[in-house]
């Protein structure tokens, strides 16, 4: 959920005093590449802390560039968060193999012993 013009708007004056008052000037600062942010010219984006992406729990701690932000989402945050999605899913059990399974292996009726006979795995009769 993006944030609305008005809180946009207070966000941006808010991080302009920050610099102001850490001395970096009038502009408020990208929280990734350290940039000063004109608004007049860059197109900028609310920013989560790049340690903790919003899919996390990250909340807006600054303003980033537009190609800063969606630089590092690319790099960073979308991988995580596929990667989170999938150790999820084995967790519990969600994930299907893919790709096609082979007679004898652990999922199927047959089991074929070291001696290179075929079994059926339940009874162990001949297959």
């Known amino acids: 959920m993006s944030l609305s013009s008005s809180a946009r708007e207070k966000l941006y004056d808010a991080e302009a005093a920050k610099a102001r008052a850490a ?8 929280n990734i590449c350290n940039a000063p942010i004109d608004g007049r010219r860059d197109r900028w984006h609310e920013s989560h802390d790049p340690q903790i992406p919003k899919h996390m729990g ?10 800063c932000n969606l630089q590092h989402n690319n ?3 979308t991988p995580l968060y596929w990667k989170n999605k999938r150790v999820r899913q084995r967790h519990i059990g969600a994930k299907v193999a893919s790709g096609r399974s082979f007679q004898g ?3 199927s009726f047959l089991k074929k012993k070291l001696n290179g006979s075929v079994v059926i795995r339940a009874t162990g009769e001949r297959a």
């Open 75 to 77: 790099e960073v945050d």
């Open 105 to 107: 292996n652990r999922g």
């Open 23 to 30: 001395g970096l000037g009038n502009l408020p600062i990208c």
């Open 58 to 67: 990250g909340e807006v701690t600054g303003i980033a560039h537009e190609r």
